[in-house]
Nanobody, 123 residues
Framework: QVQLVESGGGLVQAGGSLRLACVAS????????VGWFRQAPGKEQNFVAA????????QYAEAVKGRFTISRENAKNTAYLQMNSLKPEDTALYYC????????????????WGKGTLLTVSS
């Protein structure tokens, strides 16, 4: 079992930046691809970004390409989502996810989920 705990959410003005963190416990995060998903109020959950176990490959949703960067520090059992140039439409509950298959993770094939951290972007 892997437990994932997100942190770093909050209220930020449009154009601002924020970094989310996802800390894993129970098993080494290095065994898993890690992804971020988000769910805006009243909308379905969507894929945001993913990073392969080694950190050498990443994937992004079109809506965040060029603005968000996913990274990981396996030695700290932690993954991050750096979010720049934030927009009001980025407002959502952000979830960390872990799965052993990097290529299927973006489709929602996830083994472990965190409980989420809320980002609110004001205009």
């Amino acid at each position: 079992q892997v437990q994932l705990v997100e942190s770093g959410g909050g209220l930020v003005q449009a154009g601002g930046s924020l970094r989310l963190a996802c800390v894993a416990s129970g098993r080494a995060i290095s065994n898993y691809a890690v992804g971020w998903f988000r769910q805006a109020p009243g909308k379905e959950q969507n894929f945001v970004a993913a990073i392969i176990q080694s950190g050498t490959n990443t994937q992004y949703a079109e809506a965040v390409k060029g603005r968000f960067t996913i990274s990981r520090e396996n030695a700290k059992n932690t993954a991050y989502l750096q979010m720049n140039s934030l927009k009001p439409e980025d407002t959502a509950l952000y979830y960390c996810a872990a799965h052993n298959d990097y290529w299927t993770l973006p489709s929602g094939s996830v083994s472990y989920w965190g409980k989420g951290t809320l980002l609110t972007v004001s205009s």
